[in-house]
Every structure is written in structure tokens, then in C-alpha cells.
């Protein structure tokens, strides 16, 4: 804590919606949705509906630190960066506390995000779980946007690893944004992601 508190600094207020479909093969259709809020001052707020697990609501709260370089590897570059740890709790079906890290590097056109969670159950420690978002990606303008994605799932009492690595490809239109993701792509497995998020605060959504 005492590290991540070297990149405090004002931001501002910034509300946003998410919302996404996972559309798998012979499977019922997923729908995720989320709903986030940053004040001034950093702190943040977000809500989550069937993203742990299906019909269970999860409230998270924390506090975002961000940084930005001015002088990067090239003088027309800025190196920014986002840090945000979380705690939580979920409801419904799945019922139980989580910790999480949300992390946002951004480098000229260059961008890197990554959402991580440990999330323990109420009932059994067998649905123990770490979960990782991450995706590496390049917006060469500012109406697109694609890179490489991965999820990684793992349930340490069980000892079980679950990787899917995957592509994504947005599309920007001023403050909305409409990702298309595509995990197991070599696979018979393969499952896809799009979604539709709001960003309230002007600027790329991505930086």
C-alpha cells in the first residue's frame, strides 16, 4: 500500500456501464453486467451480476492510483498507469468475500489491463477460486482497437487450471465502446465474448 500511494493524484469523476454476452456452443447465452464509479478523489465503486458465478450480484469497493510520465522512451509518448485494489462480497447462488486488483498501463498506442480476484466461498473451500482478465492490445486510431486476450481460472483446492487464451477486436464510437472477443480459437471448445460499455468520462476507453 505504502508503494501504490507513491502514484496518487486527483482524477476525475468517472461513471461507466459494461455489459457482455458469452456465447458458447450447446450452452445457454451469459449475460455479465457491470457497473463502476470513480469519484475525484480516486475512490472506487463497482457492481457485478453473474460474473462470479451465474445469478449471484457482487459488490466491490477500493481506492484507484494512477500515474503518468511525461517523458517515456520517446518524447511524443506518456506512460500512464492505474492501479486499484478491491474488496468485496457476493450474493445469491454463489455466496462469499473477494479481494481483486484491476491494473491499466497505457504507452502511445500501446495498452494493458489486467482484473484479478481470489474469491472464497461461504459454503465449501472447494469453489475457492482466482480468476484473471488480461488482455495486451494497440489503437492505432482512435475508432479501433485489438490485441490479444487470456482467462485464466483457478481453483486451488481442487488444483485445477483452466486457461483460455483468446483475440479481441473494439470498436469505438465516442464514449461507447463495442468489444469482440474469441477464447479457444484453435479449439472445438472455443466460446465468444462481445459486449457494449459506456464510458461517461471523455477520452479512449482503453487509456
Given at each position: ?202 477520452g479512449s476507453i482503453n487509456?
Open positions: 500500500m505504502a508503494l501504490l500511494l507513491l502514484f496518487a493524484e486527483k482524477t476525475t469523476a468517472q461513471p461507466g456501464l459494461e455489459q457482455y454476452c458469452y456465447v458458447e456452443k450447446d450452452k445457454a447465452n451469459i449475460w455479465v453486467r457491470m457497473i463502476h464509479y470513480r469519484t475525484p478523489r480516486g475512490w472506487y465503486a463497482e457492481g457485478r451480476y453473474n460474473y462470479e458465478a451465474e445469478r449471484s450480484l457482487s459488490i466491490y469497493v477500493g481506492k484507484e492510483f494512477t500515474r503518468k510520465v511525461r517523458k517515456g522512451f520517446a518524447r511524443k509518448s506518456k506512460l500512464s498507469m492505474a492501479v486499484t485494489p478491491l474488496a468485496g462480497i457476493v450474493v445469491g447462488d454463489f455466496r462469499g468475500l473477494s479481494a481483486g486488483l484491476n491494473l491499466k498501463l497505457g504507452y502511445g498506442k500501446f495498452f494493458f489491463g489486467s482484473q484479478s480476484q481470489y474469491t472464497t466461498s461461504a459454503e465449501t473451500n472447494a469453489l475457492d477460486f482466482f480468476f484473471n482478465w488480461s488482455e495486451l492490445g494497440c489503437q492505432p486510431a482512435p475508432w479501433i482497437y485489438f490485441g490479444l486476450s487470456v482467462q485464466h481460472t483457478y481453483y486451488d483446492v481442487l488444483n485445477i487450471n483452466l486457461f483460455d487464451p483468446g483475440a479481441v477486436i473494439g470498436f469505438e464510437i465516442g464514449r461507447w465502446a463495442f468489444p469482440f472477443y474469441c477464447f479457444n480459437i484453435m479449439e472445438r471448445e472455443k466460446y465468444f465474448v462481445w459486449g457494449i460499455t459506456l464510458n461517461l468520462e471523455p487509456k
